[in-house]
């Protein structure tokens, strides 16, 4: 089996690039013996800067209806002649381009869409009509079917890759730097700093880019970068709590870092949501928390009791382990897509 993959980003330019969504289904794609081809469409050709002034020529002005990346990429797929063309995200490639490629080849054209809504932007996941649409949030997957075209449209969530996500024992160096009572490592936008100013009386760390003109008590607090791959691992298993903010267009979904705390072995506080009870048990292999008041409570509680903390994160990580991982995401879409079984929530097939 081919599998001719579009993602954004290069997966050999850094550690950072190492730890991405692309590089993790590439990944478990060599895990399954699926045969690969991945093709960076935000980098390849132009350069990622040079393409965002691009597409808005194309999409804002209609200046340009095919550039020189859409013709490397069809002529790529024409030569592949993959069994399956699969999209990340979907937002950055138009529908122009989708229908290009249909163009040169018979593939099911399949788009896994693993950010929330709030990215939605021009709405290319809707106007591209791709043969499925696969989104981590349930909330995007009903509107889909409700109100579009888009009728094969099915949940599929993020998920953790164990050759990454992982527990470490951080070295001494390590558990100086990562060490401490809470910790996070995420975009930190405004309405995350806004619930983290509950936690300036811990031991607090913060792993990720500053707001822009944040001003306030947790300024600190802020490491100064983001931590990826070895780090990100030394990160969660080092700190005694792991703080999961939810963005607050996730209506029905989890973030990636859900599955990549529990896969790490970190003990995982989560913003309450419905979904978190679909892949985890609350209490047993995660904890959720409704308000600031209850965070500030449960951080208590969980700095106290030690081993029903680790009791808890042992069993998150069994979990995210054996079933949360993108080899099984996968072996689901391939049970949908090449086998008509029509939904994305069967039982993981064997290796195709």
């Not at 349930?138 to 164990?162: G, I, K, M």
């Not at 990562?178 to 509950?198: K, P």
């Not at 904890?287 to 951080?299: A, G, I, P, Q, S």
Request: proline share 5%.
């Amino acid at each position: 089996m081919k599998v001719f993959f579009i993602g954004a980003t290069p997966i050999s330019a850094g550690v950072g690039y190492a730890d991405s969504m692309e590089a993790h289904i590439v990944a478990a794609f060599h895990e399954l013996a699926v045969n690969c081809e991945y093709f960076p469409y935000l980098t390849t050709g132009l350069g990622r800067r040079l393409n965002r002034l691009v597409e808005g020529a194309r999409t804002d002005f209609g200046w340009i209806r095919r550039t020189p990346v859409d013709r490397l990429l069809a002529r790529r797929i024409k030569t592949t002649q993959p069994d399956l063309v699969l999209v990340l995200l979907g937002n950055y490639a138009p529908p122009t381009t989708i229908r290009e490629i249909r163009r040169v080849t018979q593939a099911s054209v399949v788009c896994w869409c693993q950010d929330h809504m709030g990215t939605l932007g021009r709405q290319y996941l809707i106007g591209a009509r791709f043969d499925h649409v696969f989104s981590k949030d349930q909330v995007l997957v009903d509107l889909l079917q409700r109100f579009t075209r888009t009728s094969q449209a099915h949940y599929l969530p993020e998920a953790c890759n164990p050759r990454v996500h992982h527990p470490v024992t951080p070295t001494p160096e390590e558990q100086q730097r990562f060490g401490c009572d809470v910790t996070t490592a995420a975009n930190l936008y405004f309405f995350r700093t806004d619930i983290l100013e509950n936690l300036t009386e811990f031991d607090l760390r913060l792993w990720g880019s500053i707001p822009p003109f944040y001003e306030g008590p947790l300024r600190p607090h802020f490491m100064g970068r983001p931590v990826v791959a070895r780090e990100k691992a030394a990160c969660f298993s080092s700190a005694r709590i792991v703080i999961n903010t939810l963005h607050p267009m996730e209506a029905g979904g989890l973030n990636a870092r859900a599955f990549e705390i529990a896969g790490c072995g970190g003990f995982q506080l989560i913003t309450h949501s419905e979904c978190v009870e679909r892949h985890f048990v609350p209490g047993r292999e995660i904890v959720t928390f409704n308000d600031v008041n209850e965070l500030r409570e449960k951080v208590r509680y969980y700095l106290d009791h030690d081993g029903e903390r680790r009791a808890i994160a042992e069993a998150g990580r069994a979990r995210a382990h054996a079933e949360h991982t993108y080899v099984n995401r996968l072996r689901r879409m391939f049970n949908v897509v090449l086998r008509g079984t029509g939904s994305a929530d069967t039982s993981s097939l064997g290796v195709p």
